[in-house]
């Protein structure tokens, strides 16, 4: 648990910091010892586990090379197929489009940041 701990520490201070490969190792050697179906025994929400995925994700979209941004869009695709129920939608679609801005791909990016608006339309005001 310690462990867990300072690796999800060091992701996020490296991604505050915008030391995005460092960041991309520390949530790649985060999520490559978490099993999903055992996050409950960690006493962890499943939200945190998919906060983990959409850090590496955002380190991938910082980092900026092709490869990254290919594997950035699968892992906010990640988000939306196998965790749907979490919330997170909205900054999934909103993470896509970033790297379709990337891409020069804007017709799509428009696409995925409008889906991104109209998702965050229908939470709660609070939220928004």
Known sequence: MKMLRSLIQDGYTAL?????????????????GLDPQKIKQLNLAMINYVLVVYGLAISLLGIGQPEELSEAENQFKRMIEHYPNEGLDCL????????????????????????????ICRLPGILT
């Open 92 to 119: 999934a679609y909103c993470g896509i489009g970033k790297v379709y801005l990337k891409k020069n791909r804007f017709l799509e990016a428009l696409n995925h940041f409008e889906k991104a608006k109209t998702l």
């Open 16 to 32: 505050l910091e915008q030391r995005c490969r460092s960041a991309a190792q520390a949530f790649t050697e985060l999520l490559n």
